[in-house]
């Protein structure tokens, strides 16, 4: 490598290394190219999911399809190597921790709160029962949080990132939730409660002026169908829902008897990209 060439490669490390630390810092989703074969073999590019090229560069004649992909990769979370005119790109996404924010200190919340924060999620817990709400019952949550809704909004972050999971289904609970997450962006909403608790639910959401697709978004009854009991099991059937919700993909059913690739689900291996 010449001496000029050895000093442009440098710069390009650096950039792309700081363009990596703004990404982490600020909690943006974000992805690394790097080519891994082919001509211009090592070249390196920094994406912002929002901004687009933050640092380094690609080949022109393959920056926009990859730049199509990596969107669609950094959506559910996920990284891999594609081919573009006889280069392999390496799409590493950089994702920030996931926030679940749960309103309702039932018992499900205390498994949930500890199960979550495994799974790597930042957990927020409220209520606006102070006996309920305590450090002592959630010590693995990052932050409790003693109010209604509307008086603790300010404090709350709703955004892709977001799950949300409502666990007093008692309307005089979970009521006054719905309007500070009404029209939020957040990439999960579940509310526990029977079929029928939820029907009664969209009853008085479309009554507020809720349409039939954003009543749709709502996971109710919340998780998967594992036959669950217990808080404990509970807690893990919403988990389980929010990790397919988070990811993009898989039935929710038993891998035992499963024909072929135990991911084939994923939409990469179904030639969406």
């Known amino acids: 490598m010449?001496?000029?060439?050895?000093?442009?490669?440098?710069?390009?490390v650096s950039g792309v290394l700081e363009a990596v630390r703004g990404l982490v810092d600020q909690e943006r989703l974000g992805a690394v190219l790097t080519i891994v074969s082919g001509e211009g073999i090592g070249t390196k590019a920094v994406l912002d999911a929002e901004k687009g090229y933050v640092a380094g560069e690609l080949p022109f004649e393959i920056a926009e399809d990859v730049l199509a992909d990596a969107i669609q990769l950094m959506r559910h979370e996920q990284s891999r190597t594609l081919t573009y005119e006889g280069r392999e790109v390496f799409i590493e996404t950089v994702a920030p921790s996931p926030r679940l924010i749960v309103f309702g200190a039932v018992h499900v919340a205390q498994p949930l709160a500890k199960m979550a924060k495994e799974l790597g999620f930042v957990v927020t817990i409220s209520d606006a029962r102070p006996a309920f709400i305590t450090r002592d019952r959630f010590p693995e949550a990052?932050?409790?949080?003693?109010?209604?809704?509307?008086?603790?909004i300010d404090r709350l972050t709703f955004d892709d990132r977001t799950y949300v999971v409502i666990l007093s289904h008692d309307a005089r609970f979970e009521d006054p939730v719905f309007p500070v997450v009404h029209e939020r962006p957040v990439r999960y909403l579940g509310a526990m409660g029977s079929r029928r608790?939820?029907?009664?639910?969209?009853?008085?959401?479309?009554?507020?002026?809720?349409?039939?697709?954003?009543?749709?978004?709502?996971?109710?009854?919340?998780?998967?169908?594992?036959?669950?009991?217990?808080?404990?099991?509970?807690?893990?059937?919403?988990?389980?829902?929010?990790?397919?919700?988070?990811?993009g993909f898989g039935s929710g059913l038993s891998l035992r008897g499963k024909e072929g690739r135990i991911h084939q689900q994923r939409p990469e291996d179904e030639g969406d990209l």
């Open 142 to 152: 990052d932050e409790i949080l003693v109010g209604w809704p509307n008086e603790i």
């Open 197 to 247: 608790t939820h029907r009664r639910r969209a009853e008085r959401l479309r009554a507020a002026g809720w349409s039939e697709d954003e009543i749709a978004r709502i996971h109710g009854p919340v998780g998967l169908d594992i036959g669950a009991e217990t808080p404990a099991e509970m807690a893990v059937s919403i988990l389980a829902e929010m990790v397919q919700v988070r990811y």
């Open 2 to 12: 010449r001496r000029d060439d050895s000093g442009l490669h440098r710069e390009m």
